[in-house]
T-cell receptor
Framework: RKEVEQDPGPFNVPEGATVAFNCTYS??????FFWYRQDCRKEPKLLMS???SGNEDGRFTAQLNRASQYISLLIRDSKLSDSATYLC???????????FGTGTRLKVLA | SAVISQKPSRDICQRGTSLTIQCQVD?????MFWYRQQPGQSLTLIAT?????????ESGFVIDKFPISRPNLTFSTLTVSNMSPEDSSIYLC?????????????FGAGTRLSVL
């Protein structure tokens, strides 16, 4: 089993739609979780950290389910500019190392 | 967040040669990392660049192939040695800073390497 697993997609959604991505992780001792966004031919950029209680940033909501070892990202009212690859990232327990998922591609269609 | 300058942004190299990639940060950071992202793949950690000592390499990566220098807290280099076409990839440096008690990594723009 991969340490961090994501559905690679692509998810093709119309503008204005709501879309959700899930990510599962294998190490139950993992402490920190993040969503990064990577545009084509660009570096990954932090979208949001994921907190145990869940957190929201504008149209983006992240959730953590420790019991089931998954995190999710919900995007409401999708914009064309949301088209990108979304990387699930888990901080390996007891280290500074990040473990990256393979990413989920999102295409928002006009 | 830190401002990271990575260069070159891209290069085309002949097999058997070496390329050194530079990463400069605008502030002192404790942790710097080097990643590889092969086409269509996610990021794989090559090594942690340690200031004043040898880098810590991940499984599958060795110092002879990927020598790393970290002379101070704002600068690091990664060399891809004796290149082959399989080394064609994007190489990214990152730095770690602390934000609201979480350790956040920020990335340079990457170096797109093609080996012929």
């Amino acid at each position: 089993r991969k340490e961090v697993e994501q559905d690679p997609g692509p998810f093709n959604v119309p503008e204005g739609a709501t879309v959700a991505f899930n990510c599962t992780y294998s190490n139950s001792a993992s402490q920190s979780f993040f969503w990064y966004r990577q545009d084509c031919r660009k570096e990954p950029k932090l979208l949001m950290s994921v907190y145990s209680s869940g957190n929201e940033d504008g149209r983006f909501t992240a959730q953590l389910n420790r019991a089931s070892q998954y995190i999710s990202l919900l995007i409401r009212d999708s914009k064309l500019s949301d088209s990108a690859t979304y990387l699930c990232v888990v901080n390996e327990a007891g280290t500074y190392k990040y473990i990256f998922g393979t990413g989920t591609r999102l295409k928002v269609l006009a | 967040s830190a401002v990271i300058s990575q260069k070159p942004s891209r290069d085309i190299c002949q097999r058997g040669t070496s390329l050194t990639i530079q990463c400069q940060v605008d502030s002192q950071v404790t942790m710097m990392f080097w990643y590889r992202q092969q086409p269509g793949q996610s990021l794989t950690l090559i090594a942690t660049a340690n200031q004043g000592s040898e880098a810590t390499y991940e499984s599958g990566f060795v110092i002879d192939k990927f020598p790393i220098s970290r002379p101070n807290l704002t600068f690091s280099t990664l060399t891809v040695s004796n290149m082959s076409p399989e080394d064609s990839s994007i190489y990214l440096c990152s730095v770690m800073t602390q934000l609201t008690a979480k350790n956040i990594q920020y990335f340079g723009a990457g170096t797109r390497l093609s080996v012929l």
